[in-house]
């Protein structure tokens, strides 16, 4: 007999996929603005505009669209993003990647990997985001081949 002891197997991610062909219920919907605006932390944003992006996903609108993915294990959300059209392409990416979260208890599983090779396979042309420098995540999106094109600047009115 031997004395090692194997490690736990890692949770299989459920993936879900919600756009205007597989819009949420409310109920899906409220659950993904609670899990988002939980884990964002600091880099998150108020429940109404988390809201917004995900209507503006799942919007049947001409000129809307997008995508959310939801990743769960075990029926609960451990990952999250939305995923906005731009409606431009060759001079602005076709995509904006507006939010990602992973479960603060379930960071460094890999989660976030899997959820943007996801949305990177789904997403049809480019993707733009905008990571804060001092974001954790920021290697990520690194190590996935996004770069640093522009310093943005914006003016608020």
């Given amino acids: 007999m031997s004395s090692e002891t194997k490690s736990p197997a890692k949770p299989k991610i459920e993936i879900t996929y919600l756009n205007a062909a597989n819009p949420p219920t409310f109920l899906e919907e409220s659950e993904v603005v609670d899990f988002l605006f939980t884990?964002?932390?600091?880099?998150?944003?108020?429940?109404?505009?988390?809201?917004?992006?995900i209507d503006y996903a799942c919007s049947r609108h001409q000129g809307k669209g997008g995508f959310?993915?939801?990743?769960?294990?075990?029926n609960e959300i451990v990952g999250a993003v939305v995923v906005n059209k731009t409606g431009?392409?060759?001079?602005?990416?076709?995509n904006i990647l507006v939010y990602i979260a992973v479960d603060e208890k379930r960071r460094g599983m890999g989660i976030?990997?899997?959820?943007m090779e996801t949305t990177m396979d789904l997403a049809q042309g480019g993707i733009a985001l905008h990571v804060e420098p001092d974001?954790?995540?920021?290697?990520?999106?690194?190590?996935?081949?996004?770069?640093n094109k522009y310093l943005e600047m914006r003016y608020q009115k």
Avoid: C, S, W
Avoid at 39 to 53: F, R, S, T, V, W
Avoid at 88 to 94: K, N, Q, R, S
Avoid at 112 to 115: C, D, M, R, S
């Fill in 112 to 115: 976030g990997k899997t959820l």
């Fill in 39 to 53: 884990n964002l932390e600091k880099y998150g944003d108020p429940k109404p505009h988390i809201q917004m992006a």
């Fill in 88 to 94: 431009m392409g060759d001079y602005i990416p076709e």
């Fill in 135 to 147: 974001n954790p995540a920021k290697k990520l999106y690194e190590r996935l081949g996004f770069t």
């Fill in 68 to 74: 959310v993915v939801v990743g769960k294990i075990e």
